[in-house]
Protein backbone atom coordinates (compact mmCIF):
# COMPACT_ATOMS: atom_id res chain seq x y z
CA UNK A 1 0.00 0.00 0.00
CA UNK A 2 1.36 3.79 -0.91
CA UNK A 3 -0.15 6.51 0.20
CA UNK A 4 0.88 10.47 -1.07
CA UNK A 5 -0.47 13.92 -1.03
CA UNK A 6 -1.31 15.82 -4.56
CA UNK A 7 -1.22 19.73 -4.45
CA UNK A 8 -1.56 21.97 -7.15
CA UNK A 9 1.92 21.32 -8.28
CA UNK A 10 0.84 18.00 -8.14
CA UNK A 11 -2.64 17.80 -9.47
CA UNK A 12 -5.05 19.29 -12.24
CA UNK A 13 -5.66 23.04 -11.22
CA UNK A 14 -9.65 23.05 -11.80
CA UNK A 15 -10.22 26.41 -13.28
CA UNK A 16 -13.55 27.78 -12.19
CA UNK A 17 -14.20 25.11 -9.61
CA UNK A 18 -14.40 25.92 -6.19
CA UNK A 19 -11.63 26.13 -4.06
CA UNK A 20 -11.54 22.91 -2.73
CA UNK A 21 -8.95 21.92 -5.49
CA UNK A 22 -6.27 24.27 -3.80
CA UNK A 23 -5.79 21.45 -0.89
CA UNK A 24 -3.92 18.78 -0.43
CA UNK A 25 -5.70 15.59 -1.78
CA UNK A 26 -4.56 12.60 -0.25
CA UNK A 27 -5.16 9.21 -1.96
CA UNK A 28 -3.85 5.61 -1.34
CA UNK A 29 -2.62 3.37 -3.57
CA UNK A 30 -3.32 -0.52 -3.04
CA UNK A 31 -0.80 -2.55 -5.31
CA UNK A 32 -3.26 -6.28 -5.68
CA UNK A 33 -0.55 -7.74 -7.15
CA UNK A 34 2.25 -6.48 -5.30
CA UNK A 35 4.14 -4.82 -7.23
CA UNK A 36 3.23 -1.08 -8.86
CA UNK A 37 3.69 -2.56 -12.37
CA UNK A 38 0.48 -4.65 -12.25
CA UNK A 39 -3.32 -4.05 -11.04
CA UNK A 40 -3.68 -1.44 -8.41
CA UNK A 41 -6.50 0.44 -6.51
CA UNK A 42 -6.42 4.23 -6.29
CA UNK A 43 -8.42 5.57 -3.41
CA UNK A 44 -9.25 8.25 -1.14
CA UNK A 45 -11.04 9.05 1.91
CA UNK A 46 -12.00 12.65 0.01
CA UNK A 47 -14.08 11.62 -2.52
CA UNK A 48 -16.51 8.81 -3.41
CA UNK A 49 -14.51 7.94 -6.75
CA UNK A 50 -11.79 5.28 -6.94
CA UNK A 51 -9.75 4.16 -10.14
CA UNK A 52 -8.78 0.35 -10.85
CA UNK A 53 -5.79 0.65 -12.57
CA UNK A 54 -4.40 -2.19 -14.79
CA UNK A 55 -1.99 -2.71 -17.74
CA UNK A 56 -4.59 -3.26 -21.15
CA UNK A 57 -3.41 -6.55 -21.46
CA UNK A 58 -4.82 -7.54 -18.07
CA UNK A 59 -8.15 -6.42 -19.39
CA UNK A 60 -10.22 -9.68 -18.80
CA UNK A 61 -9.35 -9.40 -15.26
CA UNK A 62 -10.14 -6.13 -14.73
CA UNK A 63 -13.38 -7.13 -15.63
CA UNK A 64 -13.93 -9.32 -13.69
CA UNK A 65 -13.39 -6.50 -10.60
CA UNK A 66 -15.89 -4.73 -12.20
CA UNK A 67 -19.13 -6.53 -11.71
CA UNK A 68 -20.46 -4.29 -8.73
CA UNK A 69 -20.71 -1.30 -10.46
CA UNK A 70 -22.92 -0.36 -13.22
CA UNK A 71 -21.82 2.77 -14.59
CA UNK A 72 -17.77 3.55 -15.07
CA UNK A 73 -16.11 5.94 -16.52
CA UNK A 74 -12.47 4.49 -18.35
CA UNK A 75 -9.45 5.58 -20.08
CA UNK A 76 -7.22 3.43 -22.18
CA UNK A 77 -3.60 5.15 -22.63
CA UNK A 78 -0.13 4.36 -23.66
CA UNK A 79 2.32 6.49 -21.19
CA UNK A 80 5.66 5.47 -23.37
CA UNK A 81 7.25 8.84 -24.61
CA UNK A 82 5.55 8.09 -28.24
CA UNK A 83 2.62 6.22 -28.08
CA UNK A 84 1.22 3.75 -30.10
CA UNK A 85 -2.19 5.73 -30.12
CA UNK A 86 -4.05 8.66 -29.08
CA UNK A 87 -5.58 8.01 -25.53
CA UNK A 88 -9.42 7.04 -25.86
CA UNK A 89 -12.11 8.19 -22.65
CA UNK A 90 -15.25 6.31 -22.85
CA UNK A 91 -18.04 5.06 -19.82
CA UNK A 92 -20.38 2.01 -20.30
CA UNK A 93 -22.93 -0.12 -18.28
CA UNK A 94 -22.61 -3.37 -18.26
CA UNK A 95 -21.56 -4.04 -22.48
CA UNK A 96 -17.81 -3.33 -21.38
CA UNK A 97 -16.50 -3.22 -24.36
CA UNK A 98 -13.50 -2.08 -23.39
CA UNK A 99 -11.21 -0.53 -26.21
CA UNK A 100 -12.97 -2.27 -28.89
CA UNK A 101 -12.90 1.47 -30.99
CA UNK A 102 -8.92 0.75 -31.27
CA UNK A 103 -8.96 -2.13 -33.13
CA UNK A 104 -5.00 -3.36 -33.20
CA UNK A 105 -3.89 -0.11 -31.75
CA UNK A 106 -2.92 -1.07 -28.67
CA UNK A 107 0.29 -1.01 -27.97
CA UNK A 108 2.38 -3.26 -25.16
CA UNK A 109 2.41 -0.37 -22.60
CA UNK A 110 -0.87 0.71 -22.72
CA UNK A 111 -2.99 1.03 -19.79
CA UNK A 112 -6.58 0.88 -18.75
CA UNK A 113 -7.81 3.34 -15.80
CA UNK A 114 -11.31 2.83 -14.70
CA UNK A 115 -13.02 5.51 -12.62
CA UNK A 116 -15.14 3.34 -10.36
CA UNK A 117 -18.46 4.92 -7.89
CA UNK A 118 -21.34 3.38 -6.06
CA UNK A 119 -24.73 3.66 -7.89
CA UNK A 120 -25.65 7.20 -5.93
CA UNK A 121 -22.68 8.64 -7.63
CA UNK A 122 -22.26 7.15 -10.93
CA UNK A 123 -25.45 6.96 -13.36
CA UNK A 124 -26.74 7.15 -16.25
CA UNK A 125 -26.43 10.63 -15.91
CA UNK A 126 -23.26 11.11 -14.20
CA UNK A 127 -21.26 8.78 -15.83
CA UNK A 128 -21.37 10.29 -19.05
CA UNK A 129 -21.08 13.46 -17.79
CA UNK A 130 -17.92 12.95 -16.43
CA UNK A 131 -16.82 11.12 -19.88
CA UNK A 132 -17.95 13.95 -21.70
CA UNK A 133 -16.45 16.79 -19.83
CA UNK A 134 -12.92 14.52 -19.65
CA UNK A 135 -12.91 14.68 -23.50
CA UNK A 136 -13.80 18.42 -23.44
CA UNK A 137 -11.03 19.11 -21.14
CA UNK A 138 -8.74 17.02 -23.30
CA UNK A 139 -9.33 18.61 -26.60
CA UNK A 140 -9.29 22.10 -25.29
CA UNK A 141 -5.94 21.20 -23.82
CA UNK A 142 -5.07 19.18 -26.99
CA UNK A 143 -4.26 16.16 -25.91
CA UNK A 144 -4.47 13.75 -29.07
CA UNK A 145 -7.83 11.92 -28.72
CA UNK A 146 -8.81 8.66 -30.81
CA UNK A 147 -12.39 9.26 -30.04
CA UNK A 148 -14.29 10.86 -32.93
CA UNK A 149 -17.05 12.40 -30.89
CA UNK A 150 -17.70 14.69 -28.25
CA UNK A 151 -21.09 13.32 -26.22
CA UNK A 152 -23.36 16.06 -26.02
CA UNK A 153 -21.42 18.42 -28.54
CA UNK A 154 -23.26 21.79 -27.89
CA UNK A 155 -25.79 20.45 -25.71
CA UNK A 156 -23.19 19.97 -23.22
CA UNK A 157 -23.82 22.51 -19.81
CA UNK A 158 -21.14 23.02 -17.12
CA UNK A 159 -22.85 20.96 -13.95
CA UNK A 160 -21.72 22.92 -10.84
CA UNK A 161 -22.60 19.83 -8.32
CA UNK A 162 -20.99 17.63 -10.99
CA UNK A 163 -17.76 19.23 -11.22
CA UNK A 164 -16.30 18.18 -8.02
CA UNK A 165 -16.89 14.51 -9.81
CA UNK A 166 -14.96 15.59 -12.73
CA UNK A 167 -12.20 17.37 -10.43
CA UNK A 168 -11.88 14.32 -8.22
CA UNK A 169 -11.63 12.13 -11.34
CA UNK A 170 -8.74 13.55 -12.93
CA UNK A 171 -6.58 13.99 -9.54
CA UNK A 172 -7.46 9.97 -9.39
CA UNK A 173 -6.97 9.16 -12.66
CA UNK A 174 -2.99 11.80 -12.24
CA UNK A 175 -2.10 9.22 -9.09
CA UNK A 176 -3.05 6.09 -11.17
CA UNK A 177 -0.34 7.10 -13.73
CA UNK A 178 -2.58 9.26 -16.01
CA UNK A 179 -0.46 12.34 -16.34
CA UNK A 180 -1.20 13.94 -19.80
CA UNK A 181 -4.02 16.62 -18.59
CA UNK A 182 -1.77 17.73 -15.45
CA UNK A 183 1.01 18.21 -17.94
CA UNK A 184 -1.00 20.23 -20.78
CA UNK A 185 -2.12 21.84 -18.12
CA UNK A 186 0.90 22.94 -16.88
CA UNK A 187 2.09 24.36 -20.64
CA UNK A 188 -1.62 25.28 -21.76
CA UNK A 189 -1.73 25.72 -25.51
CA UNK A 190 -1.71 28.92 -27.55
CA UNK A 191 -4.24 27.76 -29.79
CA UNK A 192 -6.93 24.96 -30.03
CA UNK A 193 -6.46 22.00 -32.24
CA UNK A 194 -9.92 21.24 -33.15
CA UNK A 195 -12.72 22.86 -32.98
CA UNK A 196 -16.81 21.76 -33.11
CA UNK A 197 -20.21 22.70 -32.16
CA UNK A 198 -21.76 19.64 -32.57
CA UNK A 199 -20.43 16.03 -31.26
CA UNK A 200 -18.26 15.54 -33.97
CA UNK A 201 -15.00 16.23 -33.08
CA UNK A 202 -13.74 15.77 -36.50
CA UNK A 203 -15.50 18.96 -38.06
CA UNK A 204 -12.56 21.54 -37.94
CA UNK A 205 -9.64 20.43 -37.55
CA UNK A 206 -5.61 22.18 -37.86
CA UNK A 207 -3.35 20.92 -40.22
CA UNK A 208 -0.03 19.69 -39.17
CA UNK A 209 3.41 20.93 -40.32
CA UNK A 210 3.53 17.57 -42.31
CA UNK A 211 -0.12 17.73 -43.70
CA UNK A 212 0.92 21.46 -44.70
CA UNK A 213 4.03 19.70 -47.16
CA UNK A 214 1.70 17.18 -48.06
CA UNK A 215 -1.52 18.18 -49.09
CA UNK A 216 -0.63 20.81 -51.85
CA UNK A 217 1.84 18.29 -53.09
CA UNK A 218 -0.61 15.56 -53.67
CA UNK A 219 -3.83 16.62 -53.25
CA UNK A 220 -6.29 18.04 -55.53
CA UNK A 221 -5.97 21.67 -56.30
CA UNK A 222 -8.88 24.27 -55.61
CA UNK A 223 -9.82 27.98 -55.58
CA UNK A 224 -13.35 29.40 -54.87
CA UNK A 225 -15.27 30.77 -57.39
CA UNK A 226 -17.16 33.92 -55.07
CA UNK A 227 -17.04 37.43 -55.44
CA UNK A 228 -13.40 37.82 -55.13
CA UNK A 229 -12.80 35.79 -52.45
CA UNK A 230 -9.05 34.57 -52.87
CA UNK A 231 -9.16 30.66 -51.08
CA UNK A 232 -7.17 27.99 -51.66
CA UNK A 233 -8.19 24.34 -50.89
CA UNK A 234 -7.36 20.61 -51.11
CA UNK A 235 -9.01 17.28 -51.45
CA UNK A 236 -6.66 15.09 -50.01
CA UNK A 237 -7.27 11.62 -47.93
CA UNK A 238 -11.29 12.51 -47.93
CA UNK A 239 -11.07 15.08 -46.39
CA UNK A 240 -11.14 19.02 -47.80
CA UNK A 241 -8.33 21.49 -46.34
CA UNK A 242 -8.30 25.03 -46.76
CA UNK A 243 -4.70 27.03 -46.39
CA UNK A 244 -3.65 29.30 -44.14
CA UNK A 245 -4.14 32.53 -45.92
CA UNK A 246 -6.93 32.16 -47.69
CA UNK A 247 -9.15 35.40 -47.51
CA UNK A 248 -12.69 34.77 -45.20
CA UNK A 249 -15.77 36.65 -45.22
CA UNK A 250 -16.29 38.94 -42.38
CA UNK A 251 -20.48 39.32 -42.93
CA UNK A 252 -22.35 36.25 -42.19
CA UNK A 253 -25.24 36.14 -44.57
CA UNK A 254 -28.84 35.27 -42.95
CA UNK A 255 -29.69 32.21 -44.95
CA UNK A 256 -26.64 30.16 -43.23
CA UNK A 257 -27.43 27.38 -41.32
CA UNK A 258 -27.43 27.98 -37.62
CA UNK A 259 -24.81 25.58 -36.75
CA UNK A 260 -22.43 27.80 -39.75
CA UNK A 261 -22.76 30.71 -38.01
CA UNK A 262 -21.73 28.93 -34.87
CA UNK A 263 -18.96 27.46 -36.28
CA UNK A 264 -18.24 30.63 -38.08
CA UNK A 265 -18.34 32.40 -34.41
CA UNK A 266 -16.10 29.77 -32.82
CA UNK A 267 -13.09 30.32 -35.51
CA UNK A 268 -13.61 34.05 -34.81
CA UNK A 269 -13.42 33.76 -31.05
CA UNK A 270 -10.38 31.05 -31.11
CA UNK A 271 -8.26 33.27 -33.31
CA UNK A 272 -8.54 31.03 -35.98
CA UNK A 273 -8.80 34.44 -38.97
CA UNK A 274 -7.60 37.69 -38.23
CA UNK A 275 -8.65 41.27 -39.54
CA UNK A 276 -5.08 41.77 -41.57
CA UNK A 277 -6.19 41.62 -44.83
CA UNK A 278 -6.34 45.41 -45.26
CA UNK A 279 -9.52 45.56 -46.02
CA UNK A 280 -13.22 45.92 -44.38
CA UNK A 281 -14.93 43.16 -45.89
CA UNK A 282 -12.33 40.54 -45.26
CA UNK A 283 -10.50 38.80 -42.91
CA UNK A 284 -7.25 36.17 -43.45
CA UNK A 285 -7.46 32.71 -41.95
CA UNK A 286 -4.83 32.05 -40.00
CA UNK A 287 -4.52 28.20 -39.75
CA UNK A 288 -4.89 25.93 -42.02
CA UNK A 289 -7.44 23.43 -41.82
CA UNK A 290 -9.21 19.99 -42.90
CA UNK A 291 -13.03 19.34 -42.47
CA UNK A 292 -15.24 16.91 -43.93
CA UNK A 293 -16.02 18.38 -47.75
CA UNK A 294 -15.98 21.38 -49.77
CA UNK A 295 -19.28 22.75 -49.67
CA UNK A 296 -18.89 22.78 -45.64
CA UNK A 297 -15.43 24.80 -46.33
CA UNK A 298 -17.50 27.02 -48.68
CA UNK A 299 -19.74 27.80 -46.50
CA UNK A 300 -17.42 28.78 -43.86
CA UNK A 301 -15.43 30.79 -45.71
CA UNK A 302 -17.52 32.51 -47.89
CA UNK A 303 -20.69 33.01 -44.77
CA UNK A 304 -23.27 32.21 -47.48
CA UNK A 305 -25.07 29.11 -48.23
CA UNK A 306 -23.33 27.82 -51.55
CA UNK A 307 -22.26 24.48 -51.97
CA UNK A 308 -19.43 22.38 -53.30
CA UNK A 309 -19.85 23.68 -57.00
CA UNK A 310 -18.34 26.59 -55.85
CA UNK A 311 -14.92 25.70 -55.92
CA UNK A 312 -13.29 25.33 -59.35
CA UNK A 313 -10.39 23.02 -60.46
CA UNK A 314 -6.78 24.52 -60.47
CA UNK A 315 -5.56 23.20 -64.08
CA UNK A 316 -2.18 21.33 -62.93
CA UNK A 317 -0.06 20.60 -66.28
CA UNK A 318 2.92 20.93 -67.56
CA UNK A 319 2.19 23.46 -69.47
CA UNK A 320 0.81 26.11 -67.02
CA UNK A 321 3.04 28.61 -65.85
CA UNK A 322 5.78 28.35 -63.77
CA UNK A 323 7.86 30.58 -61.21
CA UNK A 324 10.84 28.51 -62.17
CA UNK A 325 13.71 30.39 -64.66
CA UNK A 326 13.69 28.61 -67.91
CA UNK A 327 16.59 25.83 -68.53
Known sequence: MHSFDTAPNGA???????????????????????????????????????????????????KEHLSP?????????????????????GEGDG????????????GAATQIYVVIADESTFNKITAPYVEARLIQVCTDLNVPLSNSTQPYGRGLRIIDDLEQLVGHAEMLLFAAGFTRIDFARRNPPALRHRLSVTTDLEEMVAMTDEEKTIVPAEGVAFRLDRRDLRVEGYKWNDRFYVMAGSD?????RSSLSEDHKARR?????????????????????GVGFHCRSGAFAAK????????????????????APSCEAPA
Open 12 to 62: PARTGVSGAYERAFTVTTVFIDGNPSGMRLIKSCGTRLSVLAAPFSELARV
Open 300 to 319: LLSGEHIDEDSWLAVEMTAN
Open 265 to 285: RLLENEKWVDSASGTADKMKL
Open 248 to 252: YARRT
Open 95 to 106: ERRFGAQLGNAV
Open 69 to 89: WDFVVYVIDDPSPIPAQPTYI
